[in-house]
């Protein structure tokens, strides 16, 4: 039976029309936190832009009009869409120049909880140009609140006369008992990590706390959150004092057994969708962690009726003792599988470079675009598997696919996370991802999804062959 049949009345009258937006780059000053001003570029004059909505199934026609002086370009993060659609300029589509114009037109999918950002590699990302957007899943479980929110940073280079201001930035202190701070330790005396941001501020929405949301929620309350991570290159540790989350997506796609944490984790690039039940009054503060010298920077605040001016419950900087997300806690442990469950088509890529001075991040020791392509035809089913021998993360990304990811250091998971970003461990890390090529054609990349390293050649493809 055609997924159409099955859908509710409401939502199938819904995804039979199209909706339509326009979105408009253009500079943007604005001010997150007091005595700062940050010159950035914005959609339709807010960072992040607007949260974009459509019914899974549902036609959507975007208009993007650039009115900004660098190249850009649209990326639908987590759609499954025609290659032309997919908004990586030079590669699917020219550049949209100032002044310029550029139509998308695909069908929402899948479901759940995907984003977009600019995919020029000018910086636009960084700056301001992300948004979410949400296809909504006729299947999802109810919830009596729902809010979507966005951490992202402020680079320090973007501070508008930051060292007239005297301006400091709050660069990230590596969280006590995180998987960063253990890289940490691991580092030799001799190395030090390069071509990395230091930031201005953390933010939440655009703005820092107290100037961040305030959220009402009633006593009984189950709440569902759409959290995203914009930062350019950052990790993110959320958490929500005196509540436990119930996680149910990762990057928008269902996990096959909800999980409850005290906190998540969230890799540069990733959602997660997560629900907690308001059982107390209160007030409270969902927080990015950053074990920094600015620990309610990144907050925005829940409250209960009559409690808004109540002193916040926060919560500790620190991970230690903290039951966080992780890949294997959703997923489980499982013996190897098979060499036939892996595919026929099976890639080694070893993540380089970023010596101290340098701007190379590298796949097999070569930069974009000279690194080794993953060659395909449709029905292929290929694994990838990484090892990350440099001093960093690095959160590598699938467009236009989701992938399953089956492995990380060396645990085999039983439940494979259906995911379109996943975080390659530092020092010797793995990850092994297992795919369809189940595109029509095309060439699709696969890059980290730090920017910065990105920009500076981790970065190849899938590209189909006739």
Same mark, same amino acid.
């Given at each position: 039976?055609?997924?159409?049949?099955?859908?509710?009345?409401?939502?199938?009258?819904?995804?039979?029309?199209?909706?339509?937006?326009?979105?408009?780059?253009?500079?943007?000053?604005?001010?997150?936190?007091?005595?700062?001003?940050?010159?950035?570029?914005?959609? =339709?004059?807010?960072?992040?832009?607007?949260?974009?909505?459509?019914?899974?199934?549902?036609?959507?026609?975007?208009?993007?009009?650039?009115?900004?002086?660098?190249?850009?370009?649209?990326?639908?993060?987590?759609?499954?869409?025609?290659?032309?659609?997919?908004?990586?300029?030079?590669?699917?589509?020219?550049?949209?120049?100032?002044?310029?114009? #550029?139509?998308?037109?695909?069908?929402?999918?899948?479901?759940?909880?995907?984003?977009?950002?600019?995919?020029? #590699?000018?910086?636009?990302?960084?700056?301001?140009?992300?948004?979410?957007?949400?296809?909504?899943?006729?299947? *999802?479980?109810?919830?009596?609140?729902?809010?979507?929110?966005?951490?992202?940073?402020?680079?320090?280079?973007?501070?508008?006369?930051?060292?007239?201001?005297?301006?400091?930035?709050?660069?990230?202190?590596?969280?006590?008992?995180?998987? &960063?701070?253990?890289?940490?330790?691991?580092?030799?005396?001799?190395?030090?990590? !390069?071509?990395?941001?230091?930031?201005?501020? +953390?933010?939440?929405?655009?703005?820092?706390?107290?100037?961040?949301?305030?959220?009402?929620?009633?006593?009984?309350?189950?709440?569902?959150?759409?959290?995203?991570?914009?930062?350019?290159?950052?990790?993110?540790?959320?958490?929500?004092?005196?509540?436990?989350?119930?996680?149910?997506?990762? *990057?928008?796609?269902?996990?096959?057994?909800?999980?409850?944490?005290?906190?998540?984790?969230?890799?540069?690039?990733?959602?997660?969708?997560?629900?907690?039940?308001?059982?107390?009054?209160?007030?409270?503060?969902?927080?990015?962690?950053?074990?920094?010298?600015?620990?309610?920077?990144?907050?925005?605040?829940?409250?209960?009726? !009559?409690?808004?001016?109540?002193?916040?419950? &926060?919560?500790?900087?620190?991970?230690?003792?903290?039951?966080?997300?992780?890949?294997?806690?959703?997923a489980g442990g499982a013996a190897a599988p098979s060499a036939e469950t892996l595919g026929s088509l099976?890639?080694?890529?070893?993540?380089?470079?970023?010596?101290?001075?340098?701007?190379?991040?590298?796949?097999?020791?070569?930069?974009?675009?000279?690194?080794?392509?993953?060659?395909?035809?449709?029905?292929?089913?290929?694994?990838? +598997?990484?090892?990350?021998?440099?001093?960093?993360?690095?959160?590598?990304?699938?467009?236009?696919?989701?992938?399953?990811?089956?492995?990380?250091?060396?645990?085999?998971?039983?439940?494979?996370?259906?995911?379109?970003?996943?975080?390659?461990?530092? =020092?010797?890390?793995?990850?092994?991802?297992?795919?369809?090529?189940?595109?029509?054609?095309g060439r699709w990349l696969l890059h980290c999804h730090n920017e910065i390293h990105a920009m500076d050649?981790?970065?190849?493809?899938?590209?189909?062959?006739?």
């Amino acid at each position: 039976m055609a997924a159409a049949a099955i859908l509710p009345r409401t939502h199938q009258a819904l995804a039979s029309e199209v909706i339509s937006y326009t979105l408009t780059s253009a500079p943007l000053k604005f001010s997150p936190s007091p005595g700062l001003a940050f010159a950035g570029l914005a959609y =339709n004059g807010s960072i992040p832009g607007p949260v974009l909505r459509a019914a899974y199934g549902q036609r959507v026609r975007i208009r993007y009009v650039s009115r900004v002086a660098i190249p850009t370009s649209v990326h639908w993060h987590g759609m499954i869409l025609p290659n032309a659609m997919d908004g990586v300029a030079s590669v699917t589509q020219p550049p949209v120049l100032e002044n310029g114009e #550029f139509l998308y037109e695909f069908t929402a999918g899948p479901p759940g909880t995907r984003w977009y950002h600019d995919h020029a #590699f000018h910086m636009g990302l960084s700056r301001g140009l992300f948004g979410m957007f949400v296809v909504d899943d006729p299947s *999802d479980e109810p919830a009596d609140r729902e809010f979507a929110l966005v951490f992202h940073d402020v680079p320090q280079w973007s501070t508008v006369d930051a060292a007239e201001r005297g301006i400091s930035g709050v660069p990230m202190t590596m969280l006590p008992g995180s998987p &960063e701070a253990l890289a940490m330790t691991a580092m030799r005396s001799s190395h030090k990590m !390069g071509d990395e941001v230091a930031y201005a501020a +953390h933010c939440i929405d655009g703005a820092t706390y107290p100037r961040t949301r305030r959220l009402a929620v009633r006593l009984g309350d189950r709440v569902r959150l759409r959290i995203l991570n914009a930062s350019p290159t950052e990790t993110r540790y959320v958490s929500l004092a005196g509540h436990r989350f119930t996680v149910t997506h990762s *990057d928008g796609n269902r996990l096959e057994s909800p999980i409850a944490v005290d906190a998540l984790r969230i890799g540069v690039g990733e959602r997660y969708d997560a629900y907690f039940e308001v059982r107390k009054p209160g007030a409270f503060l969902l927080q990015g962690l950053t074990g920094g010298p600015a620990p309610h920077q990144q907050a925005a605040l829940f409250y209960t009726e !009559g409690m808004e001016n109540a002193q916040p419950a &926060e919560s500790p900087q620190t991970l230690v003792g903290v039951d966080y997300f992780t890949y294997e806690k959703a997923a489980g442990g499982a013996a190897a599988p098979s060499a036939e469950t892996l595919g026929s088509l099976r890639y080694e890529f070893t993540l380089g470079g970023g010596a101290w001075g340098s701007n190379r991040w590298t796949i097999n020791g070569a930069t974009w675009p000279d690194t080794p392509k993953i060659l395909v035809r449709r029905g292929d089913r290929v694994s990838v +598997h990484f090892k990350n021998t440099t001093d960093m993360e690095h959160p590598m990304h699938l467009h236009g696919h989701a992938f399953e990811l089956v492995e990380v250091g060396g645990t085999w998971l039983a439940r494979p996370l259906s995911k379109d970003v996943s975080i390659v461990p530092a =020092n010797g890390g793995t990850t092994t991802w297992r795919f369809t090529a189940n595109s029509l054609s095309g060439r699709w990349l696969l890059h980290c999804h730090n920017e910065i390293h990105a920009m500076d050649g981790m970065m190849t493809e899938v590209r189909y062959e006739s």
